[in-house]
């Protein structure tokens, strides 16, 4: 069975500072995993996925995440925070293609401090 | 270009009510899913689709119905909304042999 762990439901940083979001999974298959982005009253969009290419993943606004099979993480970082990166993120995990079977963690709401 | 698009965006629903909670999506992926969403414990798959005429059952599916007479539409129905139905509830489709899926704006659903 798969599941996602993510550590710490609020983070709160300083703007400039380094955003680092945990997350831990559990799969018995190679996995595919995800983080996606909620801003307020709006949808999830995604923000970098994992699918066993590169372990290192870029994507959009500045975060990144690296895949350590090791530890079974997939931890979000970016160098610099902005008022802007406020909002809630998910890792997510799935081992289906055509992500219905998608598995949420439960969330980390970040907080950046002006 | 519209994407997944739900509606009501909002609903308030008295106990024991119904209603239908609409999904559709134009980008012809074949698989749908609807999610319902909770503080502190992420998004939860309801029911799923991998086609039209095909629905399966996800983590939480009692007291919902979905159906699936075509590829755009993917309707979730409470027969009997109870309180515990009390949520947002994400609809979300993806295309066969990609990982990735993509979200609705979301309904946010009060029952009383």
């Known amino acids: 069975a798969q599941s996602v762990t993510q550590l710490g439901s609020h983070v709160s940083v300083s703007e400039g500072a380094l955003v680092l979001l945990r997350c831990n999974y559990s799969?018995?298959?190679?996995?595919?995993l995800f983080w996606y982005v909620q801003y307020p009253n709006q949808g999830l969009q995604l923000l970098l996925k994992y699918t066993s290419a590169a372990t290192l993943v870029k994507g959009i606004n500045g975060f990144e995440a690296e895949f350590k099979k090791s530890e079974t993480s997939f931890h979000l970082t970016k160098p610099s925070a902005h008022m802007s990166d406020a909002a809630e993120y998910f890792c997510a995990v799935t081992h289906n293609t055509g992500g219905f079977k998608t598995i949420f963690g439960a969330g980390t709401r970040l907080f950046v401090k002006a | 270009n519209a994407g997944v698009t739900q509606t009501p965006k909002f609903q308030v629903l008295k106990t024991g009510q119904s209603m239908t909670l609409q999904c559709a999506q134009d980008?012809?992926?074949?698989?749908m899913s609807w999610y319902r969403q909770d503080p502190g414990m992420g998004l939860r798959l309801i029911h799923y689709?991998?086609?039209?005429?095909?629905?399966d059952q996800g983590e939480v599916p009692n007291g919902y119905n979905v159906s699936r007479s075509t590829t755009e539409d993917f309707p979730l129905r409470l027969l009997s909304a109870a309180p515990s139905q009390t949520s947002v509830y994400f609809c979300a489709s993806s295309q066969a042999g990609a990982v990735e899926a993509f979200f609705g704006q979301g309904t946010r659903l009060t029952v009383v």
């Open positions: 799969s018995s298959v190679p996995p595919y």
């Open positions: 689709s991998v086609g039209a005429g095909i629905t």
């Open positions: 980008m012809n992926h074949e698989y």
